[in-house]
């Protein structure tokens, strides 16, 4: 993927980019110097970060598994879509167990719009937006996010690695029951986000990534305050919590990804289901 291509938005390759970032701690290419540098910086205030976004990616691909081979659901609706993996990405989960599945890609960077629209969008079934999380009305009206999601019928909204983008202890919960409103009854929500029960590291690498990188971040969260985005959702077992733990494919999966978060700093969540 290059950015130098036309059509993708001119940038600051000075400035990190919290989706550039994520791209190098996962191990992917569209990084540079900038995010590189600022990755280190935050590993050494927080070291767990780096198997905290493995985990929230592995739990991502296993949530949607789960929810499209078990709990049948046929549309997905993705926030805070990001840099496309190299493979494995929503739609590719979701239509491996039913080919008709469809997804719609949501993000506000222009470049991660850009390469949306790029390498994901494949036929009539996926598209990829480029909108605000924080109004959500402007999405699902959306002709194309209408072209490709009937909310009458149940749906899953992927809220994974996200909200922490958004400020403030209140902010996230009524973007949640926004979206959550717009849903049908029986659709699924995945929600989690960086979370740590001391407040230090919370305080910590909120103001690292709000005075480092580009676009804005709003806070680490206590767990509690990431629990009570659920508040209209029943829980799907195992429950909420390091998302590691989420219906691990194997005992070997926290080894794999570098071993679990741990107690510093955790990516947190689980899967819900509207009544």
Known sequence: MDRTQPGFP??????????????????????????????????GLAPGIRAAVLHQRRFLERAVRHLAAEAGVRQFIVFGAGIPARHNNVHEIAQEAEPRARVVYVDNDPVVAAFGRKYLERGERVAALRADLRRPGEVFAHPRFRERIDVELPAAVLLVSVLHCLPGPEGPREVVDALLDRLAPGSFAAISQLASARERTRERVTRFMRETAAEGFGDVRAPEEVAAFFGRLRVLPPGLGDVAGWRPDSDLLPRQCGGRSGEDLVEFGGVGRLP
């Open 10 to 43: 001119t940038l600051d390759l000075n400035v990190p980019s919290v989706a550039r970032m994520y791209d190098y701690l996962l191990g992917g290419k569209d990084h540079y110097a900038a995010d590189r540098l600022a990755c280190a910086e935050l590993l």
